[in-house]
């Protein structure tokens, strides 16, 4: 739809002038040659801007600026004067106008800032519309998109939620896997039951074995108690196994006899267990590799890849930055009890042209930082990391007559994340979305660990 402006100019000539001007731009101009009878359209109509001739008798322009404030704080007034002068410059931009510009205006200075008045509208409206639909979402486990690609995932997540059966989720590191788990929890018919998640790369085998199925009591020095095992902790409802591709071969065969048995031995234990859970997995790794190479057994790959769903980057689905933006916002802000209510223009095209190598928590990252940082209710493009610019610059475009090794570009874009939390390995690694302990060995392999 295109703009709709109004223009007030007591000069006939004059109004004639710019109402052809504009008109020629493509934008519904309508054109009154009083102060009144441009103050009786404004109060009676929607105008994404309005153009106002400042000295006009009955109705100046200082009067049809403080009126459309009031009545459409959204629109944009640009003030037009063959009266210019430093002192009423300054009070129509101290009553908030757009813009000032003095007669005789050039053609092409009228075109760019109305265009840049419309703009600014355009955005403000977009803003005020993701607010309203980011409300929908509060208090809900729910994955927020308008992407094509996402919204026929969910739709698949959906129809096999209900199904029982088991489903490895695949993506990126911060794409939001746990979350899709936890969508199919709700939305399956064990919605009422637990939903247990664990990071399979963050323990040792035998730390795992004994969170996984428990043990009895006197399995080993200090086990003064039976443990339930988190497969009997999310009987009824859904186990959700994260960084699948980490776990060892002699955990996969245990796991594998749980899923073919429903039955589980607990460390130390004699007696078979039964257990109803369903199993979610997720991996940031190319399985089917790591199937060819042994790394991960096959008969376990068919048994989880009963249904697969991919999560694609975020860099796939930039529609979703301003959404997600102003999601975290409105979700950091409530959590840090800070009034900020909106994200500058400037601020959202930077976000909007960023590559975000670490996805979605990234992003929430960011916005938080930028929630913390500002003293007003707007986070503005100062507030975000300077870092953000230079990843983008060094990471994602390396030069084109030496491009680095995958190993290389790792360690690369590891380092600038350290550079980017001064160091703190624990923030660093969940921007990575990995665990310290896997942050430590691919700093210890590339020589960074010092």
């Known amino acids: 739809m295109n703009a709709r402006l109004l223009v007030i100019d007591d000069e006939a000539i004059a109004l004639r002038n710019l109402a052809h001007i504009l008109r020629k731009e493509g934008y519904e101009v309508v054109a009154r040659q009083s102060g009144p009878a441009g103050l009786k359209e404004l109060e009676q109509g929607h105008f994404d801007a309005v153009l106002t001739d400042l000295r006009m008798e009955k109705v100046d322009g200082m009067a049809i600026l403080l009126r459309a404030r009031e009545l459409l704080p959204e629109c944009e007034v640009i003030v037009i004067t063959g009266y210019a002068s430093l002192e009423s410059a300054i009070t129509a931009m101290k009553q908030g106008a757009f813009h000032y510009v003095a007669k005789p205006f050039r053609l092409d200075e009228v075109r760019q800032v109305v265009r840049a008045a419309v703009e600014l509208v355009r955005l403000k409206q977009e803003n005020r ?5 980011i409300e929908g979402y509060q208090g809900q486990v729910n994955i927020i998109s308008q992407d094509m690609n996402m919204l026929r995932l969910l739709d698949t997540a959906r129809q096999i939620a209900p199904t029982d059966c088991n489903v490895l989720i695949g993506g990126e590191s911060g794409t939001g896997k746990e979350l899709l788990a936890r969508y199919l929890h709700l939305h399956s018919a064990r919605a009422a039951g637990p939903f247990v998640a664990i990071n399979c790369g963050a323990f040792q085998e035998e730390l795992l074995s004994n969170e996984l199925f428990g043990h009895e009591k006197g399995a080993f020095t200090g086990a003064d108690r039976v443990k339930r095992g988190l497969f009997e902790v999310a009987g009824g409802g859904t186990l959700f196994l994260d960084e699948i591709g980490e776990m060892s071969l002699s955990m996969q065969v245990k796991l594998l006899r749980v899923l073919q048995e429903r039955e589980l ?3 130390g234990g004699t007696e078979p267990v039964k257990v109803d859970v369903r199993i979610i997995t997720a991996t940031n790794r190319d399985l089917p590799d790591s199937v060819e190479s042994g790394r991960f057994r096959s008969d376990l790959w068919f ?12 860099r796939e689905r930039r529609d979703d930055i301003p959404l997600l933006a102003y999601y975290f916002l409105r979700k950091h802000a409530l959590a840090m009890g800070r009034e900020v209510t909106d994200i500058a223009p400037e601020a959202m095209r930077l976000l909007s042209d960023y590559d975000w190598p670490g996805n979605v928590r990234e992003l929430a990252n960011v916005i938080e930082r930028g929630v913390a940082l500002t003293r007003d209710t707007l986070i503005e493009a100062r507030h975000l990391p300077e870092t953000l610019r230079e990843l983008k610059v060094h990471v994602l475009q390396p030069p084109s007559d030496e491009l680095p090794t995958l190993e290389e570009f790792e ?7 350290l550079e980017y939390t001064s160091g703190n390995r624990s923030q660093a690694a969940e921007i ?8 430590w060995r691919k700093l210890k392999k590339s020589d960074l660990a010092s």
């Not at 519309?129 to 639909?133: D, I, K, N, V």
């Not at 048994?303 to 975020?314: D, E, I, K, Q």
């Not at 990575?432 to 942050?439: E, F, H, T």
Request: no cysteine; glycine share 6%.
């Open 129 to 133: 519309e993701l607010r309203r639909r």
């Open 265 to 267: 031995l607990r460390v």
């Open 303 to 314: 048994r989880l890849n009963v249904v697969s769903l991919v999560l694609p980057p975020l």
């Open 411 to 417: 360690a690369g874009y590891i380092q600038r994340v």
């Open 432 to 439: 990575l979305g990995i665990d310290r302990v896997s942050l």
